[in-house]
């Protein structure tokens, strides 16, 4: 009876543990639910009874910006390969039935990532009749590393967050 050598063993199992890694990366692509294209930094997006846009994405390290009041959240500085970025969020109702903004329905996602929600908001929850318009404030901790970032609507395609955020050296 012949028996294998490690080398001979090496040669088969090296390129089937690839060819399974291929084939699972390959699964995971096809599966995955399409992702919108966001819409680009600076312009409008439609969403639930109205339109979105971004007036700033800004490290909350790059201008000293702290709430208004003392929030427990901020307290601690981010963890490692972490940073804060502070959205500055416009809606304005379009719609006869107004807009409602709920902080929760805002989350940001990351091109094959994962979503994070904000740690930190202003205001918690309002309504916008037809023509008028909510300001909101929306911190999150996001990777350092993270690419393709979303701010994510309701109802709506969503709002890049381009890339002017992350900090230099990371």
Known sequence: MASTTPTTRT???VPAVLL????ALLAIVLTSPPRTTPVPLGASAPLNG???RLHGVIPT???????????????VPPGEGVHRVRILLELTAMEEDGLSFNSSDYSVSA???GTWEAVWFSPG?????????IDAVLVFELPDRAID??????GGAGLSLGAGHHRSGR
């Open 149 to 154: 970032l979303t701010l994510d609507l309701p």
């Open 11 to 13: 040669r088969i199992l």
């Open 50 to 52: 109205g339109l979105a």
């Open 125 to 133: 929850s309002a309504v916008a009749r037809q023509g008028e318009s």
């Open 111 to 113: 091109l094959g990532e």
């Open 20 to 23: 399974a890694l291929v084939a």
């Open 61 to 75: 390290e790059a201008d000293g910006w702290a709430p208004p009041t003392p929030a427990a959240a901020l307290a």
